[in-house]
């Protein structure tokens, strides 16, 4: 596709935020075959479908996602221009799309954004959550600002992107006062038989502690797996189980979950990625992210 039609892009994205052609066609004033026909050929151009039909009503699609996102930006942009013209300047802020795998742990994450939050000029963030290959999709159809991942790009990944370590943290285990005290008089040993929640199998940390345990020889009692690591600290809080987590993060998860330390799974670490579409980073909100954990955050000692 040579260029783009903005009245076809403009009818997407009218339809994507009304949720269906007749309320957007009554909008637009438009005849609904009329708009149906402009989305189909909207559809051609790109050689990809927009929307995928929920009931009565349409849904986006993951490349629909994509082209809203651009959409939003375009007609932001252009509302921009026509107040600036009209003498009234815009304050909007700068956007920053980060997407965030979700075996990342959730107050990782916010010491991350918080950063960016934190820049001069304020950012507009968004930030959103789901599986690694997912979001590095998105990430290779400019989704996306930067991810934030437990892992490395792989090299058989056919996305051009770029690692940027942010940092390593040391794991430990956590749980409630009382079952922390036990267990830590007779650790790692203590582990054998007590009751464990762990993330799923198909997580980098998982398979880190399963080798952990196997070489010391010490099975734990497994009570629950997790995809989400947030939820396995709450069934600890409640009494359940032990977990594993950052150490960095003990203050955190004592304030906010009531749980007490037990000690390290040596050698079992949990490393950090940005990755981009660029080499060197650009974005300023970006930058000083990747600058501030590598400084700050994870700095040792």
């Known amino acids: ?170 794991v430990g285990f956590f749980a409630t006062r009382a079952l922390a005290e036990r267990l830590r008089r007779r650790f790692p040993d203590s582990l054998g038989g007590a009751p464990l929640l762990l993330p799923t199998p198909n997580t980098q940390l998982r398979r880190s502690l399963d080798q952990w345990f196997q070489r010391r020889g010490i099975q734990p009692r497994l009570v629950a797996e997790f995809e989400d690591s947030a939820l396995a600290k709450v069934f600890a809080q409640h009494g359940h189980g032990i977990f594993a987590a950052p150490s960095l993060l003990a203050q955190e998860l004592r304030d906010q979950y009531g749980v007490r330390a037990i000690g390290d799974a040596d050698g079992v670490i949990e490393r950090y990625y940005a990755i981009s579409v660029e080499r060197r980073i650009k974005h300023p909100a970006v930058a000083a992210i990747t600058e501030a954990a590598r400084e700050r955050i994870f700095k040792r000692g």
């Not at 000029?121 to 959103?128: D, N, S």
């Open 1 to 170: 596709m040579d260029w783009l039609n903005y009245h076809h892009l403009l009818y997407f994205y009218t339809v994507a935020k009304e949720g269906s052609v007749s309320r957007a066609a009554r909008q637009l004033r438009l005849a609904q075959p009329t708009l149906s026909g402009q989305i189909r050929k909207l559809e051609e151009a790109f050689d990809e479908k927009l929307f995928a039909r929920a009931g009565r009503n349409l849904v986006l699609t993951e490349m629909g996602r994509v082209v809203f996102r651009y959409a939003e930006e375009i007609f932001t942009l252009g509302r921009e221009l026509t107040e600036t013209l009209r003498g009234r300047p815009s304050d909007r802020s700068p956007r920053l799309v980060i997407g965030v795998a979700d075996v990342v742990p959730k107050l990782i994450t916010a010491r991350l954004l918080e950063i960016a939050l934190a820049q001069a000029p304020p950012v507009q963030l968004t930030c959103l959550e789901g599986k690694s290959d997912r979001l590095l999709a998105d990430l290779a159809l400019h989704g996306f600002d930067l991810v934030i991942t437990d892992a490395p790009l792989s090299p058989h990944v056919s996305v051009k992107a770029y690692n940027h370590l942010l940092g390593e943290a040391q």
